[in-house]
Each structure stands twice: as structure tokens, then as C-alpha cells.
């Protein structure tokens, strides 16, 4: 089986709204998920709010990478924000995790960007795991906070 990984094109866009759906499911959070591939399309190639990879098996798309740049004021320097990292289930176990890792360690090289972060469910047993097998720090100092929808607006 040949691994790769690209970046995405607008028609595998339909393909990772169903993994993104996928997803959703796993984490009991589908409910959550308004986005359309028109969105999809105007947030990574209109906008360039993000990016997105496209993970395949020998031509098929099983997973997928969003990812978009950060930037920290105390060291005046970017990083790497993962969004999003989907394979799938069939498909994990073989180290196909960890090379998106390693893609996204030269993305931090290439650019130099100090830090690639993520946010990853209390309850994620199998990401904990392979989190701290790759020697990441769980950062238990930080709370995330989100202002969104109606409690946004009342800001405007």
C-alpha cells in the first residue's frame, strides 16, 4: 500500500466533509458540524484561512490534515495550529499518523515556525497516547476559551 500525502484540490473536498463528518460522529459532536464543501472551498482556496491535506492509500482518500498559521508575541515567532488530523479507523495503527507529523515538522522547519499545537477531547484515549508518544507536552496551564454565535455578536 503506497502512503502519501498532498495537498488537497477542491475536488477532494466532498471526500473530507464526509471524513469530517466521520469525525464528528466518532467525537458524539455531528451535531456540531455547518460547514458545506462550499465553505470548505472559500476558507482554504478563496480566503486561505487554512489548509488542508489530503491523506491517501494507494490513490484513495482515508483521512485528512487542517491545519493554519499562529503566531506568538513572546517569542515574535509563527507556529503551526492543527486543526484537524482524521484517518480512517481501519487505517490506524500504521504509522500514517506520525508521517503527517513528521510532514507537518517540515512545514515548522521550512517556515520557520517554533511550535506546531493542537487541542485534543479528554477522552481521546488512543490520541493521548500516541500525543505523548511523540513527546509532546499536555500544557494543563492553558484553558481554551471561544466566543461564538449569539455571544459574539453582543460584542459588536
Not at 486543526?83 to 507529523?101: C, L, M, N, S, T
Not at 521550512?110 to 508518544?133: H, S
Request: hydrophobic content about 40%.
Amino acid at each position: 500500500m503506497k502512503f502519501e500525502i498532498c495537498e488537497s484540490k477542491k475536488e477532494d473536498l466532498e471526500k473530507i466533509l464526509e471524513l469530517l463528518k466521520e469525525l464528528a460522529v466518532h467525537e458524539n459532536m455531528l451535531d456540531s458540524v455547518k460547514c458545506t464543501t462550499k465553505e470548505l472551498e472559500e476558507s482554504f482556496f478563496k480566503h486561505k484561512y487554512a489548509k488542508a491535506l489530503s491523506l491517501k492509500v494507494d490513490d484513495k482518500i482515508i483521512g485528512y490534515v487542517m491545519y493554519f498559521y499562529t503566531f506568538s508575541s513572546f517569542w515574535g515567532l509563527g507556529g503551526l495550529y492543527l486543526e484537524d488530523i482524521y484517518i480512517q479507523p481501519k487505517y490506524r495503527k500504521k504509522g500514517y499518523a506520525k508521517a503527517v507529523f513528521r510532514y507537518l515538522a517540515q512545514i515548522c522547519k521550512k517556515k520557520n515556525l517554533k511550535r506546531l499545537e493542537w487541542v485534543c477531547l479528554n477522552d481521546n484515549d488512543l490520541g493521548i497516547e500516541f500525543y505523548t508518544a511523540l513527546n509532546a507536552r499536555h500544557m494543563s496551564e492553558w484553558r481554551t476559551y471561544r466566543l461564538e454565535g449569539k455571544n459574539l455578536e453582543a460584542l459588536m
